[in-house]
């Protein structure tokens, strides 16, 4: 079996087609540095949710929803400047941050929207559902549960557990 060589057009369009992916790959909000005004920013990335922080400063999320991989929190201090941008979608992030007694909108507003709602009456609870990638586990498609008493709307508990959708011993097993 013969080959054709590939043409010098086909190697421009190649070229062209790899520098717009690595455009699109700094084109978000992870790119955003410390110190940049809100008017800079907001060129770049309009926010899909400003929210109020307690202590007078903005949060702007930018989430991969529905189920998407990331979720990047870039908070704005009184001065409307950058204080930091965080990728809220790690483990890391859950271990430091989500406590039981915490409010719906305490994890929404850590997390941004959960990408599924699910609701269990028989045992009180809703579950919000977020998924992550975490390079350190086998299956490294996560996803994490967080469950609220739909007594008081606070959490109880959560789990990180291998995505449903992508591990290979979950499915049809007749």
Known sequence: MTTAPISPRMLRLGAVLAAALAV???????????????????????????????????????????MGWRAYMVDFGAD???MNVTQALTPDYFYK???????????????????????????QQDVWTWRYWDQGETIPSR????????????????????????????GDRR
């Open 24 to 66: 699109a790959a700094c084109a978000s909000p992870a790119s955003v540095k410390v110190g940049e005004t809100r008017a800079d920013v907001e060129s770049r990335f309009p926010p899909k949710a400003r929210v109020k922080l307690a202590d007078g400063t903005e949060r702007w999320q930018y989430p991969t929803a529905p």
């Open 80 to 82: 409307g400047r950058v």
């Open 97 to 123: 941050n989500i406590q039981p007694g915490l409010s719906k909108s305490d994890i929404q507003t850590m997390l941004g929207e959960p990408g599924m709602v699910s609701w269990y009456p028989r045992l």
């Open 143 to 170: 996803q994490l549960d967080v469950f609220f008493s739909m007594a008081d709307g606070r959490v109880l508990s959560y789990t990180m557990t291998s995505d449903k959708a992508f591990d290979p011993g979950i």
